[in-house]
């Protein structure tokens, strides 16, 4: 899997129903396409190619859907994939899961972040893992704290979604 840029979005109730009813990978990308052109930026968090190794620190080090625990498992690549193919991902997180997603972002701060990075070997990681690295991936907590945050006082469900 290729680290490419991937943003989060909070959705409005009706655009969550509309991705849990998508029967077609075609009608979840049309969708996501729909989300994206608002643009939304009180309800969005742009993450560049942080996602990767964010989602690493949160979960066990791989780059996986459904790997560590839960909530911080959620956080990138957990809840439902909508949509896995060769050029885009798409997974929806449950309003009631963001909530505890929030919850459990709430104490991690940025030392807490490089600690874990330290510790995890990162397969096939296309970072380099330096101290730039790591600053790099820290400087993108605090406005993905900020954005669960919101979703959750605004019981709004999130979709994660990256090209590849």
């Known amino acids: ?3 490419a840029r ?11 129903e509309r991705f849990l009813a998508c029967q077609e990978d075609d ?32 979960t066990d080090g791989d780059l996986a859907f ?3 625990d839960y909530p911080l498992s959620h956080v990138i690549l957990g809840g439902v994939p909508l949509h896995q193919g060769d050029d885009y991902i798409v997974c929806y997180v ?12 709430e104490p991690l701060d940025g030392q807490w972040l ?8 990162f397969d096939a990681y296309q970072g380099t893992g330096d ?12 406005g993905l704290k900020t954005f669960y945050l919101t979703a959750a006082q605004n019981d709004r469900a ?4 990256v090209d590849q």
């Open 1 to 3: 899997m290729m680290a």
């Open 6 to 16: 991937a943003v989060l979005f909070a959705l409005e109730a009706q655009d969550a």
């Open 27 to 58: 009608e979840v990308i049309e969708l996501v396409a729909e989300v994206e052109d608002r643009w939304d930026m009180d309800h969005l968090c742009e993450l560049d190619k942080s996602w990767d190794a964010l989602h690493r620190c949160f």
């Open 66 to 68: 459904e790997n560590g």
């Open 94 to 105: 449950a309003a009631d899961q963001v909530r505890e997603v929030a919850k459990a972002l």
């Open 114 to 121: 490089g600690e874990r990075f330290a510790t995890l070997t």
């Open 131 to 142: 101290a730039a690295d790591i600053a790099y991936t820290q400087a993108f907590l605090p």
């Open 158 to 161: 999130v979709i994660f979604t």
